[in-house]
Each structure stands twice: as C-alpha cells, then as structure tokens.
T-cell receptor, first 114, second 111 residues
Framework: DGGITQSPKYLFRKEGQNVTLSCEQN?????MYWYRQDPGQGLRLIYY???????QKGDIAEGYSVSREKKESFPLTVTSAQKNPTAFYLC?????????????FGPGTRLTVL | DAKTTQPTSMDCAEGRAANLPCNHS???????VYWYRQIHSQGPQYIIH???NNETNEMASLIITEDRKSSTLILPHATLRDTAVYYC????????????FGTGTRLAVRP
C-alpha cells in the first residue's frame, strides 16, 4: 500500500535534547511538508521541500531543521533552540511543486518534552 | 487581510445530511476552495476542492455560491466515522501559494 509513515507515534525527550522525527513516503511525490499542531489549533507550516536537495522555511521554522537527501524521506529535527517543542507533528506529501496540490498526511508524531 | 470563517462546532444525527458552511471575506478569481478533515489524533484527509462549479465525489459534495464567497460541504449520509474537524481553505494553484489550516468546524455525528 502506498502512503506516508511517521515514526514513532509518541516520543518523549528531556529538555535540551535534539530529537529527529522520521517521515517516509512511497507515493513517488516530489513535494513534502512538515506541520506543527498545538491543542485546539490549526496546522502551521514548519518547512517544505518541493524537490530533492532543496527545502524552504515555512511560517515557524525557528528551532527546527530538515534535510531532503532522498525523494522518499524528509526527517525533521527539533533542536534545543525550539522554545516550546511539545506538540503534534504532521508530515505530508503532494505530487508536484505547487503547495496547494492535494496533500496526503501521515499519522503524526506526538512529541512531549519533559 | 482576507478571512475565512467557519462555525466552531456543529452536530447532526447519523444518517442525515451534514451541511458545513464556510465564508470568505474576499476570494480571488483564481483561488480554489479546499476541504480537508481531521479525525481525532490523526493526520488531515483531503475531501474535495472546487473553483466555481459545484463538485461531487465519493466522499462529499461542494456547493459554491455565484459570488464564491460562500461554500457548503455536504456529507449526504453522515456516519459516526464522519465525526472530525473540517477545514475550509482558500488557495491558488500556483507555486507561491500554500494551504493555511485554520481551526475549522468540529462536527459531531450523534447516534
């Protein structure tokens, strides 16, 4: 089955530690996205990548970093510089480079920083 | 700034049609209306989108008014599994635009 996988579903880290969230897709999509969602809020765009080896900052990129070395993979690192990292993180992909293309989402990773 | 408005919450009875409204303070001629939904603790799911004509697919129907400032998502026979937050989003099909997810409408389907 084609789709997007995110692992793990729940992640706990101590304050001050960097943590990397995994996102893999086998849909052969060019574009991939990372969003953050806080309780009762909508999604906010962190980073996006429209093609391999290229990515752009979204609305709330500070304290996060990404890489896009392979088409299938778009890992997100939450660094210790992110002041309030506890949140639900969602990865998505779409066919082309237009960000309003239909986006397909993974199941999300809920990060809790203690 | 253009603003999209949706009711905070709605409910409907199982088996009945759910009609979810969305209003835009302004909308450009080349801006589409997209609908996504998010079941609790899952990733959002695309439902449907349209420009000015009404649209229908296997999940829902989308009715867009002539001035395009209002749209209604219709789930013809709501089931308990349709309980979710529904997002109405404006967006152009251009590389410079993006999907902006607001807080949406929380739909509760009652047995």
């Amino acid at each position: 089955d084609g789709g997007i996988t995110q692992s793990p579903k729940y992640l706990f880290r101590k304050e001050g530690q960097n943590v990397t969230l995994s996102c893999e897709q086998n849909l052969n999509h060019d574009a991939m996205y990372w969003y953050r969602q806080d309780p009762g809020q909508g999604l906010r765009l962190i980073y996006y990548s429209q093609i391999v080896n290229d990515f752009q900052k979204g609305d709330i990129a500070e304290g996060y970093s990404v890489s896009r070395e392979k088409k299938e993979s778009f890992p997100l690192t939450v660094t210790s510089a992110q002041k309030n990292p506890t949140a639900f993180y969602l990865c998505a992909s779409s066919v082309g480079g237009v960000r309003t293309d239909t986006q397909y989402f993974g199941p999300g990773t809920r990060l809790t920083v203690l | 700034d253009a603003k999209t408005t949706q009711p905070t919450s709605m409910d409907c009875a199982e088996g009945r049609a759910a009609n979810l409204p969305c209003n835009h303070s302004t909308i450009s001629g080349n801006e589409y209306v997209y609908w996504y939904r998010q079941i609790h603790s899952q990733g959002p799911q695309y439902i449907i989108h349209g420009l000015k004509n009404n649209e229908t697919n296997e999940m829902a129907s989308l009715i867009i008014t002539e001035d395009r400032k209002s749209s209604t998502l219709i789930l013809p026979h709501a089931t308990l599994r349709d309980t979710a937050v529904y997002y109405c989003i404006r967006g152009k099909k251009s590389s410079g635009d993006k999907l902006t997810f607001g807080t949406g409408t929380r739909l509760a389907v009652r047995p």
